[in-house]
Every structure is written in C-alpha cells, then in structure tokens.
C-alpha cells in the first residue's frame, strides 16, 4: 500500500475537499438563479474584507477552537463526545455564576475565576456520562446527546426561576459589572500598534483558545496522561496489557473534554454577550465535531479548520445579510463542507494515492 | 450437470501435460511492492509438491493468483497443459483447484452435509442435494479415509475434522488439485500425521497436492517437491530426497541459519515466581484456568506445551495482570494480587515481570504508534523517560530507541517509523527488546516466533536463552513443539485447562506429548 507524502495528506487532500464542497455550492446559487462569484464575493469581503469583518471571523472561530479541542481530545481516547453542546452550556452557568456573584474589583481576576468555573461546570456535566461508560458500559454517544437536552431543560428552569432579574421577561441573567468585561482584541491589538476595529465581539479568548491549543497539543504528545490516552484510543486492549487503566482514562478524557468545551463560555458568555442567554451556544458544540473531524483530530489542524469555519459563519450571516439567497441555502453550504472536508477526504485519498504512487513509478523508471 | 463422483473424470481426460499446475512468468505488483517476480512452476501431476519461504516472500499472493482471488500483472497459468484463464474463484473451482485455508470458511451451525453442499447446490430444493451429497460424501470418506460424521455440527467438531470437512467440501466440487494454506498450524501432531495420510491418498489417487508451510520438517515428511521462495521470487525447485532442512532454510533465508540453538545445560538457582491452584474465568463465566500450579527458579525456561485454546492464554494474562484470577501467585517471596485495581501491568511490571504477549499486534505493541512510542509502551511511566513531574523525555525514549534498535538488529532501524510498517518479525525484535532490556527477574513470552521468518526466529531464540543464562526466569508458551523442545528446560503440557503432565525435553518425544496434548494422560502406573 503506498502512502501520501505527508504535506499532501494534511494540506492537499483538505483542499481538494474544500475546492469541491465550494464548485457544489456554486453550482446550487446558480441553481437558484444567483451569481457564484458575487455570492463568494460577499463572503470574503463580508468575513475578511475589513478589521470589522474579521474581528467575528475570528470570534466564532475561537468558539470553534474551544468545542473542537474539545471534540478531539475525547476523540484521542476513541470517545466520541457529541455532548460539547450540553457541556457549554453548562460552561456559561458557570461563568455567569462567576461574574455575577462575586463583585470582581478587575477583569482579570473575574477572567481566572470564569475560566476555572466554566471548566468545573463542563467538566461536571461530562462526569456521569463518563462515569456511565467508563463502569457500565453505556455508550457515551447516547448519554452525551441526552445531556445536551437535560442542559437546556436545566438552563431554563435556572435562567427562568432563579437568575432572571425581578420584571424582566426575558429568560436571561442580569448584564454582568462592566469590570468583568473582557479587553476586546482590537483593543489588545491597538496597544502594540495594529489598527483593528473594536466594533466586533473578538475578545482575549481568541489568545487563551491559540494557547489552549498548544497546551493539548503538549499534554498528548509530552505527558503520560496523553501517551496512555492516545494508546487507550488506538487498542484498548493493548492499552491493559500495558497497565493502562481504562476506567480512569476514560474518565479523564472526557472530564477534558467537557472541562474544554465547557471553556468556551468565556469567548461567548463574558467576552461577548455579558450575560447568559439560553441559548449561548449556538450550534457550535456540534461544529466542534465537524472541526475536530478536518482538523484531524490534531490542534493545529483544529485551529485551521475553526478559522475556516469562523469564515464561512461570518462569511454566510453577510450573505443573508447582502443578497437574497434564503438563510437555508447557507445552512447547505456550511452542510456540504462539513460534508466533503469531514466525511469524505477518502473519496479524494485513494484517487490521490493511485496518482502519487504512478508518478513515483515513472520517476523509479 | 455433470455427475459428482470422484473417479468419472480421470477417465475421461488422458493427460496430455505430465504437469498438473505450469505457472510461467506470473509477476504481481501492489503500488510498488512487487509480490510475485517471473515466477515458473510445474507441479508433476499426482504428487505432493511444497512450497515454503519466509513470510512476506509472496507464497499467499502466488495462491491467490491460483485461486483467482488477484489477477497477475504478467504470465499465464497451464492447467493440464491448456492455458487457462482464472478470473475468480468460480473459474478455479471450474479448473478442478480446490483450496483449503488456513482460517476455514465453514458455517459453524450447519451440519457438515449441509456445509458440504453451501454454494453447490443443485436446484431449488435442497432435499435432492442433500442425498446425492451423502452419498459421495460416503464414497470420498471410504477412499480417503476421511472419516466425518455427515450429520454433526461443525461446531461440535474439534479443528482436525473441521479441516476434513474442508477437503470434503474440495474433493465434493471434483477438485484434482488440493491447495493447503499452512494446515498443520492448528492441528496437534496426532491430528497433523492423520493429515498427512490423508494427503498421501489423495496422491495414490492420482491428485495433486500444493502444500503452502512454514514448517520444514513437514515439507520433508510429505513431499515429493518442494519449491522455495524468496522475496517474491522462486529460488529453486528441488526433489526433496535430495535436500536437508539446511539447505532449505539457507535457500529460503539466502544465508546460513542455526535450525537447532545451543543451549547450555540449566543451572536453576533460587525460586522466583510459585503459582498454586491459578483459576481464570472468561466473560461467559466459564471456567478456563482450573487450577493451575506450577514453579520456575531462577535460570530456567519453563516450557508450556498444548494446542492453541487450551487455557495457555489465559494463564499469561493472568499472570501478567490483563485477566483476574483466584487463587495464589508469589513472585520473589511476595504475593501478587490477582483481582482488583492492583491486579495491572503497571504493578506486575514493577514486581519484576516482563511480558512478550502472544499477539504482538493487538497486545504487544500499538501498531500506529512510532517504534520510539512503542518502546516506551508499558514503561511510559519509568523515570528515565520523564524530562520532569510534568513532561515525558521524548528524545531520551528515541535515543534508547535508537539504541534498543541496534542491538536487537530492528531494519530499518528508525524509529519514527510507524510499527505496522515493520514487518513481522522486526515488530516481535521491537517487543522483545522493550521485554528483555528490562533485564526483569520473570520473562513471559507467548509465541514468540509466530509469524516471525527464520533468520529472526534464531536470533530471538538466542536472546531468551541469554535471558535464561543470566539468571532470570522464563516462562515460555508457544504451540510450536519444536521450539518448546529446543528451548525449554522443563516441559508442563496444558490440555482443557489444566497441566496434564511434566516432561523432561531430553527424555521425551513429540509423539508422547503429542498425547498429552489430546488430552490422553498415561495409562501405566496411577
């Protein structure tokens, strides 16, 4: 069998995949009687033209960062965690409980208080299912999608009944104290100089969520812990001969992975919303899986391909914004390079390795 | 249709080729691998004819081209002098090939009749097959002394008459040449030599046998011919009374190769591991340990005989903390614990014990990992690894690596090659350098040259016995008599569960443990 050389495995076969979800796209906004390359226009200048535009490229993408560190480190371990939805929710429990009970005197203090009870809260909303499937066996991907319900069930009670503010009918908490508010990266970025608009939601985290990265990226490729999961995830059974225990890994993977997806409030609760919503979410627990799927399951890819998805969330919210292509069509974009980047770089691998394999047999001729 | 009996139609065909099988120039190439190189063959019509080489040398992949599961890239096929075309194994099966494989194709919960007919049923109704098929079934089992009970389970049956059932099946679809895929691999010598005398007359009947194996010594009982093959190409066809299992195994090998090691005489030293009355139980809670005891002192290998499935698996998890068990085990003077979370590798490691496991791929190393990871599996926790509390030492585990590599003579020797690119018996050195470079009191190996090719299975032999000469103790379980009489010191025979008996290797022989192992304990004395 041969193989890819590695810089087209990671970079050419995620392009090729990009290359054909957007012909696709293209081919169904001319479907619908609109211009492709007006529609990728609006995308680009809407995502990337202006300090603005970038600014919620890179917010959502920090969103991305968080759920899909957050996806892979489970996923290491072969757990496959699709309850980072629940376990953010949570997370932003935790940081609004953070911000609003304790009268912080500046942001950076509340900031290491939000961040260690966001990661609480996630991580605890990880521990029965992990519990569950490390002792009895039921299959995480049933439990974690079942929490994800029970978080929203439990985040309405709570935000209805006990944190909303007296008079108000809105199911959310009270605006947090202005001290806790975040420094917003065009702020960060005007300090040494770089004009970036500040009119945008990217915020500190987006900092916190690179370095995040690169902490998991250590912690599975340079401590124990990471060595005993990686193996536990290639062949657990392998992994007891060696005296990994599989209870305890499998519980320390995902109280990681909840712990990080439960992170992610600190980027859309503190960061940019200043107060919990319902729904402060939005979705990205589960685009944390597709991240986490064309990043490889690798940090720097997960970090690349939240950016990616970062464009085409800004990208798509200006093209329903500046044409008059249906909010649902977008939905199919995004849809179809999860699609062709997640769930089908084999389709482009074995074509790939067939011509990879010609060109080095002409070359030994 | 034509009518299924064995002697129809030899009368009808004269040989006009004395050469049942010719292959001429087949070549088979996968991506860059080239599998098969110009490879010639004839197989003389009615005779036995063997085909051995390394693994990896293209012995399966020159099958599989015979039994239509690849096509070649270049060369033809005779069969009985007509050029013929294998497509598929349909064609093969047309051709008058039957192929019996390693890993048999039976339906567990069908009768051996039923088994027999699957996929050459004539007609809608069965009832009509199933007659006919008894009665060939009978007439095959008469002339071959192919004794099967037509109406058992397969399930009931032991691995010997499974394998009947697939020569049955063979012989049913009127095949003239027998292709065995490595057939005594799961037999006991007993169920091998009745193997033997089947195929011997399948030859008076005038068929031609192909014998794929590893094992010379069975090329040299049973053959009439016996070709050679070396990485990807034939080497050489030579009668085999006119050769040794030297000169095959230099010819297979392309150097001179120690078939028998030197092993000094044992000097046991001081108690190292006592077992008393070990009891494991599987995850149906069925008993497959029961009660095992037995001791091995310092400098010397403790042989554990006995036909794959009979409780030796078990008692290597157990003792190297995989499985749970009850009862006792000391090792050093202290007890180990057999249950629990104490009961782990990491523990049993620490006390001292070091474990090739019998599967090297699923247990004994993880296959995607780096050689460099795989070194340090199992031992990912030992402070020379560690840079700090916090992080692991990556580049002194490379180093040692590099260093593991060199002694133990792992091609290629880099190690940020993936294990699954090595092959066989480079990724068994790997784990037997991380086991023994331990230097542990308590070496369990299981296996240790399964699948490994000659040059690879001498150098490992030679470093268990240095093990053993240093002092240390070895407890060795392998389903290879030849390597249990070469090796051990000591001879325990294990057969549903339980030790039948000891024997000394110097003062016994393959037939008496050959018994033992069938689970026939003697009879004189008691």
Known sequence: MTKLPRWADVVLVPLICLIIAFAFSAILIAAIGQSPAHAIWIMIDGSLGSTYGLGYTLYFATNFIFTGLAVSIAFQASLFNIGGEGQATLGGLGTALACLLIPWPHWSLALMASILASAAFGAAWALLPAWLQARRGSHIVITTMMFNFIAYALMNYVLVNILRPQGSMDPATARFPVTVNLPKLGDILGVVGIPFSSKNPANISFLIAIALAFAVWVLLWHTRLGYALRAFGKQEKAAIYAGIDPVRITIYALLLSGGISGLMAINAVQGAAHRLVLNSVEGAGFIGIAVALMGRNHPFGIVLASLLFGFLYQGGTQLALGTTIPREVITVLQALVILFTGALPYMVQRPLEALFARLARKEAA | ?526
């Open chain 2, 1 to 526: 249709m034509a009518q299924a009996t064995t002697g129809g139609r030899q009368a009808t065909a004269a040989p006009l080729s004395p050469y049942a099988i010719e292959l001429k120039g087949i070549s088979k190439s996968f991506g860059p691998v080239r599998a098969n190189r110009d490879i010639n063959i004839a197989v003389p019509r009615g005779t036995i004819h063997g085909i051995i080489g390394e693994n990896g040398a293209g012995k399966s992949t020159l099958m599989s081209i015979l039994y239509g599961f690849y096509r070649a890239d270049a060369g033809t096929i005779l069969i009985n002098g007509h050029e013929t075309a294998i497509p598929d194994s349909q064609s093969a099966i047309r051709a008058g090939i039957g192929m019996v494989f390693q890993h048999f194709k039976l339906v567990q919960n069908f009768t051996v009749l039923e088994n027999v007919i699957l996929g050459a049923e004539d007609g809608a109704l069965l009832n009509t097959s199933l007659a006919r098929a008894r009665k060939v079934l009978g007439e095959l089992s008469r002339e071959y002394d192919l004794d099967v009970d037509p109406d058992a389970l397969v399930e009931d049956l032991s691995v010997g008459h499974q394998q009947r059932v697939e020569i049955l099946k063979a012989l049913y679809r009127q095949a003239d040449i027998l292709i065995l895929d490595e057939p005594t691999g799961v037999l006991t010598p007993e169920e091998a030599d009745h193997l033997f005398r089947i195929l011997q007359g399948l030859k008076d009947q005038g068929k031609t046998v192909i014998l794929i194996t590893h094992k010379l010594r069975e090329i040299m009982a049973v053959t009439d011919n016996v070709s050679v093959m070396r990485r990807g190409t034939m080497v050489g066809t030579v009668k085999t009374s006119q050769t040794s299992p030297e000169a095959l195994a230099e010819l297979m090998v392309g150097r001179k190769v120690l078939l028998e090691v030197e092993k000094k005489p044992a000097a046991p030293g001081r108690l190292v591991l006592d077992v008393r009355d070990l009891r494991v139980k599987d995850d149906a809670g069925v008993e497959r340990l029961k009660g095992i005891s037995l001791s091995i002192r310092a400098g010397e290998i403790l042989g554990i005989a006995g036909v794959a499935g009979n409780g030796q698996s078990e008692l290597l998890e157990a003792l190297g903390g995989i499985a749970d068990a009850t009862g006792h085990v000391v090792m050093n003077g202290v007890e180990l614990p057999l249950a629990g979370r104490r009961n782990n590798g990491q523990t049993r490691r620490a006390a001292g014990i070091s474990h090739v496991p019998e599967d090297r791929q699923s247990l004994g190393l993880i296959m995607d990992f780096t050689a460099w990871e795989n070194i340090g599996f199992g031992y990912h926790n030992a402070p020379e690894y560690q840079r700090n509390a916090l992080l692991m030492n990556n580049a002194a585990l490379r180093a040692d690596t590099e260093r593991k590599m060199a002694t133990f003579d792992v091609r290629p020797p880099i190690p940020t090659l993936a294990a699954k690119s090595f092959s066989g018996g480079n990724q068994q050195k790997i784990v037997v350098a991380r086991e023994i470079e331990r230097n542990p009191d308590l070496l369990l190996v299981g296996q240790p040259t399964r699948g490994v090719d000659i040059g690879a299975i001498e150098f490992i032999h030679k470093q268990i016995l240095g093990l053993r000469d240093a002092g240390k103790a070895i407890l060795l379980v392998s389903v290879e008599l030849d390597e249990i009489m070469g090796l051990a010191d000591r001879i325990l025979v294990m057969f549903d569960g339980r030790i039948m008996g000891e024997r000394d290797p110097e003062k016994t022989n393959e037939r008496e443990l050959g018994l033992l192992m069938a689970g026939i304990t003697e009879t004189k004395g008691a």
